[in-house]
């Protein structure tokens, strides 16, 4: 569960909330919607530790977020950034860099293939392949993780509604996954539980 309360923060020139407070409970999806700019993916970073709010207080599964439990709080946690460049250049490559097991590789290829990209995934580099065939990659790639939180920051924002219906059953299939995510996407909007509108 996470639990934010009273969070203020802004930066030298743009403010983005004051008193901010919400629950995400263990399971549930949630979705930061608003006009752009005004600090959705800034706050996936403050629940990551990246970004310190001037004030307030985040408790993740109980723990409070601070440099003693930063670790153990970011182990619980997947984030998948926003347009990320990623180091790496296929999808094997992609598995080194995360240091994947055996079995997280295997989860890989079996979200890949639940996501229609394991051809791209197997064959192809990421200069080969779309916009959206890369992020489904990646998004198969932070599920095989099995972390009990995972972050998206504008998870389907290049996928087609064929694609995010996919997405939604490989999600659906996971049980007791809590899901923080931003949007502009309606179909996705409409899937998360709930909408926290900034
Ligand atoms: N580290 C930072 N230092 C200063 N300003 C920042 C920093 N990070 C973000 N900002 C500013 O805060 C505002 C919110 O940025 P953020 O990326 O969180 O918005 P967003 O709602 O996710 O936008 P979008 O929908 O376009 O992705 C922007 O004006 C941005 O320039």
Known sequence: ??????????????????????????????????????????????????????????????????????AAIRNKMIWLPQNSNLPVDS??????????????VERFQQFQDQLGVRECGDDKSFAEISGGQKQRIVLAACLSLDRSIILLDEPVSALDDYSIDLLFATLNSLPNKTIVSTSHNKKWIDYCNRTIEL
Do not use: R, W, Y
Not at 12 to 20: A, G, H, V, Y
Not at 91 to 104: C, G, H, Y
């Open 1 to 70: 569960m996470i639990k934010c309360e009273k969070i203020n923060l802004s930066f030298p020139k743009q403010f983005i909330c004051k008193d901010l407070s919400f629950e995400v409970f263990a399971g549930e999806s949630i979705c930061f919607s608003g006009p752009s700019g005004k600090g959705k993916s800034s706050l996936l970073k403050v629940l990551m530790g990246f970004i310190t709010p001037q004030s307030g207080n985040i408790q993740i599964d109980g723990l409070e977020l601070n440099s003693d439990t930063i």
């Open 91 to 104: 999808a094997n490559e992609l598995s080194d860099l995360l240091q994947m097991n055996a079995k997280q």
